[in-house]
Each structure stands twice: as C-alpha cells, then as structure tokens.
C-alpha cells in the first residue's frame, strides 16, 4: 500500500455547498467511447468563487461556465475544482467514459451487450462530473442516443420525446418531474423482449408496467410482474401509499453486483432475481423474487420520495424498507415462517458481523468505501430496530408515526433521527432512550431469572441487559420484550399488569428490572423474548421439560419453533463437550421431535422447519473458539439421530404424500416437508435410491433440487451420477447452473477442493460475473465450513487467489466474498495462523481497492 485510504466520518458531515435544481444530460452511447453533456445552473449557498465536483475516470472534453469555455479548473483523484465563478451560474461540461472497461460494474458498464447503470452509492460520479452525494436533489431531462441495434433506450421517469437521427441512429428523451439524488439515475440501451401490462392505483390513475427481459426469456417474466401488482396494491392498502409516475419499468441483466436497484421509475434487476418458472426456480426462489420486487417497488416512498442526508443514514431507507418487505411477505404469505426467515438471517450472518472485525452500528459512524456497508446490521438488523419501534407503538401508532414523517419530509434528504422524531411526535412517546440503538453495535444480552412465590401468588421475571465487549454504547437500551406465560396444561395465562405494551410487551429502559405478575396459582413456562422482540442474545436457564412444553403448546409457531432450536443447541452442545465414544438424543428432545410429527402443524412447511438442527454458523456463535471439527461432527451426528428417530414417520409422510406441482402455499409446504423427508431418509437405512431418481427427474426445480442435496449430503453412490446428468440438461441455463455450482461448492467430501478449482474452466463458470463467483466460490467460502476450514488451510488459500483477481476486476465482489477470511480470530492457532496468512499476503497487493483494504485493515488491526 502506498498511501492509507481515509475514512470519512459521520461527525464531519457538510451541507452541500451549491444547490442545484435541475440537471440535462445527453448520452451519446459507445462502447469505448460515451460521450457525457451534462448542462446545469448552480446556487451557491455561500460565498464562495469555486466549485468541487465529483468525478472518477472520467475523460474531460470540454467545460463552459456560462456558455463560454472555462480554463480555471484542476483535475482531481477523485474530481475536478473549477475555480473564478461566481455564487450563480449555468455550467457545462462534456466528458468521455467507456462502458465496454468497465468490469467494476458501476456508473456505466455493459451487460452481455446492453448498456445500464449502477450509481449507488457513489457510482454516478463515473459518469459526469457532479455532486454525487444523496442531499443534492434535482430534476432531471435525459436524451439517450444510440445505435437502432439498440431497440430500447430507457431512463428515469416519462418519455417525452424519441426520433431517429441519420440511418442507423434514434434517441428518447425522457424526464423525471420528482426531484431525486444521483444515486437513484438510471439509463439502460439494449434490445429485450418486453412483457408489458398495467396497474390502476386506488385514486383512478392507470399506471404503465414494463419488464424487460434477455430475448427468448419472456416466459419467465410473469412472476416478477404478478408480484409487482401485489407489491403496490399492499402499499396502498397496509400503508396508504400511491404510486406517483405514469410508468414503471423493470429490467433484468446478467451483470449485476447486488440483488437489484431501486432508480426511480426504472429499476435494474440482477436477472435472477426477476427470471422464473417452475422448471428453472425453487420455491425459495419464487418467495424471493417476490420479496426483492416488493422492496424495490417499497423504495419508491422510502428511499425515493424521502431519502437519505448521507450514506451514513443507509438504515433510513434499507431498514425501514426490508421492514416494510417483511411485513409484505408475511401479511401475503406465513407471518411464521417469514419470522423464522428474518431471525435466522440475524443469527446467521448478523451475529458473526456484529462479533467480528466489520461491527458496526446501524447508523455507521466511519467509513472508507461506502459498498462496504451495505450490509445485514444496516439492512436487518436496521429493520429490527424499526420492528421494534412497531412493537412499542402498535400498527395504528406506527402508521400514524409514517404519516407524519411523508408529511415532514416528502422531497427531502433526511436523516435516522427525523425519522425517529416523526415516530415519537406522532404517538406521544418519549424514544430518546430509543435512538441509542442507532449507535450501538455488538449483540447485546438479555439475562433472565425468574421467581415464583407460592404464597403471594406472584411471578417475578427480572431482566438484566448488557453489551457486547466491543460496544461503544454503555447507557442502557430500551429494550421490548415480548413474554407469554404458559400453565402446566399449556394455556396462555392471561396477563393484567397494566404496564405492559400491546398486551404482551414488558419495557426495559434500565440496566436491571424486575417485573412483578400477580395472581399467578401455579409456577408458569416463560416464552421470553417472543418473536425474537429484539435483536438480543437470551440467556435463561431453560430445563429441557419447559422447552419441550414451550415447543407443544405456546401460541406462536415461531415460539415453538425457537423452543425446538434451543432444544437442538443444548443437544449439540452436549455432543461437542462431550468424551463419552456413545452419545444418544435426550428423552424430551426425542418425545418432542416424535410428537411434532404425531400431531402435525396445520403449515407443513412448519414442520419442516421444527425438525431442522440450526447450521454451523448459527450454532459457532455460542464459542469463544469455534470447535470446528467437532461441531461437524455433532451436527452431522444429531442429524443421522434424527433421522433414525423419526424413520418411520419420515416414510409415512414421504411414501404417502403427493406434490401436485402446483405453486400454492400449501404445494410449496408439501415439497418442503417432503425433501426434509427424503435429506433425513438419505441418513438411514430406508433404500432412497428409486426415490432420489424419481425426484431428480422431475420437472420442478424444488424437487430436483431436493434430491441432488440430498444424495450428496448423505454421500450417496448416486450422487455423481445425478449431478452429471444435471449439467449435461442445464448448461444452457446459466442461473440454473448457478444452483448446481452451489451443490458442488457445499459437498463436504474431501474432494471438494479440487472439484471447486477445475470448475473455474466449466464452460458455464466465469469470473467476471458476479452470479457465478458468489454461487461457487461464495457458497464454498460461507457454507461448507468443513472444507472451507480445512486444517491444511487449502480452503483460505482457494478464497485468497480469487480475490486476487477479482480485486482488479470488480471490487466490490472481491469485498463481498472475503468475509468468511475476517473472523480469524475465533478459530484455533492453527487456522487462526493460516486465515492470518492470507489476509496479510492480500494486504500486501500493491493496487488493494478501498474496498478491501477497509475490511482487511480492521481485521488485522
Ligand atoms: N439500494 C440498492 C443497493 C445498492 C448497492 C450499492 N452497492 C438495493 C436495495 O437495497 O434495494
Ligand atoms: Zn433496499
């Protein structure tokens, strides 16, 4: 490293110095050589005879300060400085890029021949020269010019105007009448196949839909429009919200970095995030098409129509809108399965943030390279933060809180606190305490005990809250736990204090409280922190009877489910503690995994999820030192225990249940019940070979798919064979070949490593696009702890030459797949030593981007 990237901070934050109120770009599109008019007056808001603009990369061909050329400028790193204006002028300025170099895929780039761009956070700025920073918010006018082989030139908003130019040139002009920052411009040229229809918002308005699709692809479009008409029927009806355009377009591309891009009236998709049918995509994958679309769409009022001061108020709209998509999928869907989804997320990957190198609070307060932070704290825990807001104030509460706040700040650039204050000024309520979670990080714990008094009839629940070692924050949170008290035959006890929020929730403001209920005849069963209520780490001594009468009769699915997680976990535990050479399965856990299948959920997929032992890395967080081997091992022990347990079952329901192929939610549960059948049955005796054939050799991608993982899971002597087959009927379909590069980046055999490196010359594979990385490479890395681990540090060493690579070709990738290197620190000397290694070897890379100097910094330092 030559010189040390430096960190912007939160406390330096500068209103803009000019105002700019409207912006007019032309684009003269060519691979190799764009040109860029950008025209627009600036408003000084000071004196001030000079103006810093951004700029990266960007060719300089001419600049006129009102309307005559200007040589007072000077080039920048990262911008140019025009010198001798004054407070008010109309600038111009025409620069060159090529879209065709640039593999960051960011600003403008092309996508497997089309033309798009991507400007959040700060990409915008390798397009023009501008103040690329989400406060300055402007109209803008967009004339797109381009060869006709590109049917479709798209920007922001309505089109105004097109025509052709010459022979074998046309323009469309377009122009956004709201005004928006930088990051939400959007220009896409290609030539697509086009599903259009409509949508009639409730006030009469005839709203035009477009999707835009590879050719050939429009069969597999249809999904992502149903779920956008769903998307903005749910806003006007959950949250009184209007679509305000005349047209919404959609478009897929196969280049793309995250999941898909909320630019205003013109959304750009990572193409499988938008493409399905049954024989390409899984349930799973249908669920989250509809997810993603919805949250995109949701970003039109957050994100859009209120935005963001700075980037450091990324949870305004990325927390509140994955809020808001939640509570899309679980108000159409299961609230419990999307609940156990969203807490799973947290325990997974948001736990390992907050307890590694990366921590950082909601609201971040330093940053290096802004993509770095696009992460699951901003994103779900940001959610579970507003969540939490929700709990305390109640839906009318809440929505009254979202009224005020669009009333405030419709139009303006704002900040987590506005946010918060329309909350507190809507309803009344003091959240001053509150807005410390946006400068926490690190897990808190919530430490329970409970007392019961016989003889005054009372039950005393005392709550005790601390941080994490490396919070910065020491005042107390203002914690809601939701609770519910069970009886001995398992019936909810009807709460009375008066106290309590919404019925259920006890408030804990203070270090140390304890809650005093009354009446109570019989010592009751705690459901403590309900709904996951908070983004908090339980501890309370459960015994084994109260989890398993916790997991047959509270309330809420999700309660029973959380039961049977805890369940699981002291299992493992116990397992990994372990020296005795036989272990078998505790008596409650096995009477109530046995009775779960006896007396089934009415949801079936439910039941699926009941009988599920948490994954590596949700169990790694309850150690100092992740006892890897060990944990594997007990994981896959505990699973083959189950599978015995329950053999009989599994064929019953297995051998007796036909999946019709059909997509409603009650199909869906049945396939899921049904590969959790057959994954277990591959651990046991039963002969699954006839079925896994027959399931491979379906048409439905979750049932396919549910054999090829369960054949290799189990090492099954099929397994080759089906995975040969696999590719030799996919390999045409490259987000199909996705799903099979992830099978065999999570095969555990020792073999995996060198299966992972020769598929780098699969025809299919390919290092520049972000799809194939993530789904071999990142699927190694992030779930296949065994190999990824390896003693002999092979699997660090697989990850650290790819990021090599990528570190040139697109940062931000490169960023995104080194996480699983970070946490060194909680593993043993020997990988410790080894994870070391590699990140001192990528911290020596003379070019190292920003992006993972910033990650590798912090972890080694
Ligand atoms: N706002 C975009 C993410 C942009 C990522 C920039 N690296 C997608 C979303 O959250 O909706
Ligand atoms: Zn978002």
Redesign the pocket.
């Known amino acids: 490293m030559t010189q040390k990237p430096q960190a912007k901070l939160l406390a330096d934050y500068q209103p803009p110095s000019h105002q700019v109120e409207h912006l007019d770009l032309t684009f003269h599109l060519s691979p190799k050589q764009t040109r860029v008019i950008a025209k627009y007056s600036l408003c000084a808001n000071s004196e001030q005879s000079y103006v810093e603009l951004d700029g990266i990369d960007l060719k300089l061909i001419s600049l006129k300060v009102n309307g005559q050329p200007h040589a007072q400028y000077t080039l920048l790193v990262d911008g140019i400085r025009i010198d001798s204006v004054p407070a008010s002028f109309d600038l111009e300025i025409e620069t060159e890029i090529a879209p065709e170099l640039n593999t960051s895929l ?1 600003g403008l780039y092309l996508s497997d021949g089309a033309y798009c761009t ?1 400007c ?2 700060e ?1 915008f700025r390798k397009i023009t020269y501008f103040f690329d920073r989400p406060d300055v918010l402007a109209t803008y006018r967009v004339t797109v010019i381009g060869s006709k082989d590109f049917p479709f030139l798209l920007s922001n908003g309505n089109q105004v105007d097109s025509g052709t130019i010459g022979d074998d040139k046309h323009f469309v002009t377009w122009e956004d009448p709201f005004k928006k920052p930088s990051y939400l411009f959007a220009l896409v040229a290609g030539d697509f196949d086009k599903l259009e229809d409509k949508f009639v918002t409730k006030s009469g308005k005839e709203v035009k839909l477009q999707l835009f699709v590879d050719k050939g692809n429009l069969s597999k479009a249809p999904h992502a429009m149903t779920s956008l008409q769903k998307s903005m029927k749910w806003d006007e009806e959950r949250f009184n919200l209007e679509y305000d355009l005349d047209i919404y377009m959609i478009v897929a591309v196969d280049f793309f ?6 630019n205003k009236g013109l959304n750009v998709f990572n193409s499988a995030c938008v493409l399905a049918n049954q024989e390409t995509a899984t349930d799973r994958d249908y669920h989250v098409i509809e997810s ?1 679309v919805g ?2 769409y949701f ?1 039109n009022w957050t ?1 859009n129509r209120v935005t963001c001061r700075d980037w450091f108020q990324l949870s305004l ?2 927390g509140l ?2 809020f808001r998509d939640q509570e899309f999928s679980s108000d159409l869907g299961s609230r419990a399965l999307n609940r156990i989804d969203a807490v799973n997320a947290m325990r997974t990957h948001q736990f390992a943030e907050d307890a590694g190198p990366m921590a950082h609070p909601i609201r971040p307060e330093k940053v290096i390279e ?2 770095n932070f ?1 992460t699951v704290t901003v ?1 779900n825990k940001g959610a579970e933060v507003i969540r939490m807001m929700h709990t305390l104030l109640g839906e009318q509460g809440f929505q009254q809180g979202m009224s005020l706040y669009f009333e405030r700040h419709d139009g303006q650039a704002v900040t987590c606190d506005d946010f918060v204050n329309a909350m507190a000024d809507a309803t009344n309520t003091n959240l001053n305490q509150f807005k410390l979670w946006y400068q926490q990080f690190g897990t808190p714990t919530l430490n329970v005990s409970t007392k019961f008094q016989p003889e005054s009839k009372t039950y005393e629940i005392e709550l005790t809250q601390t941080h994490a070692k490396n919070d910065p924050v020491t005042a107390p949170l203002h914690i809601p736990v939701a609770i519910e008290l069970l009886d001995g035959q398992g019936q909810a006890i009807e709460l009375s204090k008066a106290d309590l929020k919404q019925g259920r929730v006890l408030e804990l403001t203070q270090a140390n409280q304890t809650f005093i209920f009354e009446n109570i005849e019989a010592e009751p069963i705690p459901v403590l922190l309900e709904d996951f209520s908070a983004p908090c780490l339980l501890k309370y001594d459960y015994s084994l009877s109260q989890l398993s009468h916790i997991a047959k009769y509270a309330s809420s699915y999700y309660a029973r489910w959380e039961a049977m997680q805890i369940l699981f976990t002291h299992q493992i535990r116990s397992y990994v503690e372990s020296t005795e050479p036989t272990q078998s399965m505790t008596e409650e856990l096995a009477s109530v995994l046995v009775s779960m299948f006896e007396n089934k959920p009415a949801d079936l997929a439910i039941l699926a999820e009941y009988i599920s032992v948490p994954n590596f890395d949700t169990l790694s967080g309850g150690y100092d030192v992740v006892p890897v081997d060990a944990l594997c091992n007990a994981i896959a022990l505990l699973e083959q225990q189950v599978a015995q347990l329950l053999e009989k079952h599994l064929v019953a329901f297995y051998t007796s249940t036909h999946d019709s192929g059909g997509l409603s939610s009650k199909d869906v549960a049945i396939r899921a019940l049904k590969n959790k059948c057959l994954y277990y049955l591959a651990l046991t005796q039963f002969d699954v070979t006839s079925h896994l054939i027959e399931q491979a050799s379906s048409t439905n991608m979750t049932t396919k798919l549910g054999a090829l993982k369960s054949a290799l899971n189990a090492q099954h002597t099929l397994s080759t064979k089906l995975m040969e087959e696999f590719d030799a009927q996919w390999s045409h379909d490259l987000l199909v070949m996705d799903k099979w590069f992830a099978l065999q980046a999570t095969n555990q055999s020792d073999k995996c490593i060198d299966v992972v490196l020769s598929l780098y010359s699969h025809p299919c594979f390919d290092k520049s696009n972000p799809n194939r990385v993530r789904s071999l490479v990142g699927s190694f890395a992030r779930s296949n702890p065994k190999q990824f681990h390896r003693a002999d540090g092979r699997g660090y060493e697989l990850l650290a030459d790819l990021i090599v690579e990528l570190n040139e070709l697109n940062p ?1 990738n490169a960023s995104r797949i080194i996480t699983p290197l970070l946490s060194y620190k909680r593993f043993d000397q020997n990988r410790q030593d080894k994870m070391r290694t590699q990140l001192e070897r990528l911290a020596a890379i003379s070019d190292l981007s920003d992006d993972l100097f910033e990650k590798i910094d912090r972890a080694l330092n």
């Open positions: 960011e991507q959040e956070a990409g970095n995250m999941g898909a891009m909320e993603i949250h995109e970003h994100g709209k990325e809108t994955v802004m993509n696009y994103y931000q």
